[in-house]
């Protein structure tokens, strides 16, 4: 039997046509304060009473909650005076900004920096290379003066990334038992220059993937030599399959890295390779079945 009887071309096609709208429509909700409003209000609110307490126009924000609800990111409830909103618990949990599991920052970043890059996403292509100088007129020969672009910048990458660890760091961190280490050192700011501490473990946290084989390779040299005897490193990745036919969401951060940084997103297989170019042994792989996965590599 054909395939066609069962999958419906047009509806597979014309979701990822739209797929941009969906997460536009998602960070405009969240950054007008919707998600906030309605966490605090008593009950339910009409779309006059949320365009007013915004100061936005009632006609935009009327079409904007429609969507929301289309999109399950908020409920309706039609009552004789009309329709009056609510959060979803998805909503609350993760989109209002004082929830303990935030994503607010996260979708910001992804809103004002992540989506001007990916506006130049058959440039990186044919350029082979992030997007920085023509989204925003950085020269992007280094990356962290480009990913850090100035102070502000910075602060809103760090507490993007810092949502999605109030989410999954759990996950990672329960990969392996870290109990034999016990001077952990997590890798920031500019490790190239800067000198590496002596410690037990050092945690390399979306590091790698930010960097070609030849930084990667040179930094975990370093840290090799910095690591003590029967001390490790432990890489927290997004892992694609061997062969590279998936995860979707590895295949999709690897084309962001395209778009905004030097690097790419690896197999365990390449992850392995870089560890023992640099002289770790003993290395092991787990698969957390969530968006990070975690690699441990001994001194
Ligand atoms: C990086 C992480 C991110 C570099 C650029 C980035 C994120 C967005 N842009 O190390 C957060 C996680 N998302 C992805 C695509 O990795």
């Known amino acids: 039997m054909s395939s066609t009887e069962d999958l419906d ?39 006059d009473a949320i365009a007013e307490h915004l100061g936005t ?16 990111l908020l409920e309706v409830e039609m009552k004789s005076e009309g329709a009056f909103y609510r959060n979803t618990e998805l909503s609350n949990l993760y989109l209002t900004k ?28 044919r350029d082979g290379k992030n997007q920085y100088e023509r989204a925003f007129g950085v020269s992007s020969k280094d990356l962290f003066g480009a990913l850090y672009r100035s102070e502000e910048e910075m602060i809103k990458f760090m507490y993007g990334l810092n949502a999605i660890w109030s989410i999954c760091g759990r996950d990672v961190i329960a990969a392996f038992d870290l109990s034999p280490f016990t001077v952990i050192y997590d890798l920031g700011g500019d490790f190239f220059k800067d000198p590496i501490p002596e410690a037990d473990l050092y945690i390399l946290a979306r590091i790698l993937h930010d960097w070609a084989d030849d930084k990667c390779m040179q930094l975990l040299a370093k840290i090799h030599k910095a690591c003590k005897p029967g001390g490790g490193v432990l890489l927290v990745e997004t892992l694609l399959n061997e062969d590279k036919t998936g995860p979707l969401e590895a295949q999709l951060y690897s084309m962001n890295m395209l778009v905004q940084a030097e690097g790419k997103e690896r197999t365990p297989t390449e992850y392995r390779k870089l560890l023992a170019a640099a002289g770790f042994r003993e290395i092991q792989v787990k698969k957390t079945g969530k968006l990070y996965d975690a690699i441990l590599g001994r001194k």
């Open 9 to 47: 071309y047009p509806q597979i096609l014309f979701q990822y046509n739209n797929g941009f709208l969906v997460s536009k429509i998602m960070f405009t909700t969240c950054e007008l304060g919707v998600f906030d409003l309605l966490l605090e209000s008593e009950g339910p609110l009409s779309s």
């Open 98 to 125: 004082s929830s303990p599991k935030s994503q607010y920052h996260n979708l910001m970043y992804y809103s004002k920096t992540v989506y001007l890059c990916w506006h130049y996403l058959t440039d990186a292509v």
């Open 57 to 72: 126009s009632v006609s935009g924000m009327e079409r904007l909650l429609d969507a929301c609800v289309g999109l399950k």
